[in-house]
């Protein structure tokens, strides 16, 4: 399957399978602080209630497999040491649709595993 943007149906990911074995996750960052991959790319995990990563029915992809994607214009979202580090909440989504749409936030600054999550509310799958 694949995520589209539900205002204008562009494709945001490329296609990915849930992810079924939870050990393929990864919580570390590299010894040198080089950081790594939260989930292996091509799949998705949904975010359950009870889990540590906010509110209820995040989709967490790995970032090279979000596409058709740009930072959002509002520079205030864009905070972070090296990357970003989508503490939203308090920044809001900092990633878009190319047409400008709220998708989603990237995570992606040296001190985290890198990943997006992705708003259920903002997204469909097809
Ligand atoms: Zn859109």
Excluded: A
Excluded at 49 to 74: F, P, Q
Aim: negative net charge.
């Amino acid at each position: 399957m694949k995520l589209i943007c539900k205002n204008c149906e562009m494709e945001i990911s490329n296609v990915l399978t849930e992810l079924r074995d939870l050990s393929l996750l990864n919580e570390e960052i590299g010894e040198d602080h080089t950081p790594l991959d939260y989930i292996p790319q091509g799949y998705f995990l949904i975010v359950g209630e009870g889990d540590d990563v906010d509110e209820k029915g995040t989709i967490i992809i790995n970032m090279k497999d979000l596409i058709n994607s740009k930072h959002h214009r509002d520079g205030n979202r864009l905070n972070g040491c090296c990357g970003l580090d989508g503490l939203d909440g308090l920044d809001g989504m900092n990633r878009v649709c190319l047409n400008g749409h709220e998708i989603g936030t990237e995570n992606s600054d040296c001190w985290m595993p890198h990943y997006i999550t992705i708003n259920r509310n903002t997204v469909n799958f097809v």
